[in-house]
């Protein structure tokens, strides 16, 4: 299904006219949403979730494929068009992680043997296993939000997916974004992180409230990331030596 998601401008914070008038997103597009603290990124993230009609206090409207969504599509959850990774994964269901796919798998008209796929997806993503019998509400941080990536990637068929800040999840971030937007989905990620910033091909700089500028990835910034990239890697693997109670060597 071809889909294009549109944001149009509305009001910052002071009511004035937010300088971006409008933001077109196509699948398989990653877009990047930086700005200070309280610039109003979570809530341009949430615009988009609720399907804003200027009934927001931004005023901004949401259209898919150019057009107001229908109350259907807002509405109905087979048709979730949806699929949002917070701040925080609470599970409220005490139950075990391959009941929850299978469960999940079966609310959307997939074979149970998919819950086997999304945890061998989440495993690629964390550094510490998930098992499918572990109960749910014991996971870590780092494996909820693995096995909520691979689920959106696997289960869920929403094409739009909102990222609210995974850096400090304890993921392999790049990894997560780079599944999802194979996929061909649409994801919007909100991030103080450098590489997640310049990952994207563009970026919203929010100020205000209101979407400031939008910004295209420089090849310079491109070189950049991919510098990032490697000092995170190299992160990643200290962090586990150490974890593994090992003894760290020289730099590579
Ligand atoms: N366009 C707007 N019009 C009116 N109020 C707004 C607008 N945008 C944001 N706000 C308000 O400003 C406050 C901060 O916004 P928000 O939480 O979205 O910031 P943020 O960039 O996500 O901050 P943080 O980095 O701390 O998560 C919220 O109370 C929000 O309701
Ligand atoms: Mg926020």
Redesign the pocket.
Known sequence: MNLELTVIG????K?EV?PVERLDMKRGEIIG?V????????????DIEQFAQGD?????YILINGRTPGAETRSDPRKKLIAQLS?NMHFLADMTVDEFLKMHAKSRGKPASVAKDVVELANTLTGEPIHPDHHLTILSGGQSRALMTADIAVISDSPIVLI??IENAGIKKREALDLLAGEGKIVVV?T?DPMLALMPSRRVV?R???MYRIIDTSKEERTVCEDLTRVDDWLMSLRETIRQGNVVEAAP
């Open positions: 509305g009001v910052d914070k009511g937010e949403i700005g200070p603290t309280g610039s109003g990124k979570s809530s341009l993230i949430g927001t206090p931004s005023g901004r701040q609210d800040e909100v103080h929010m205000n409230g209101g």
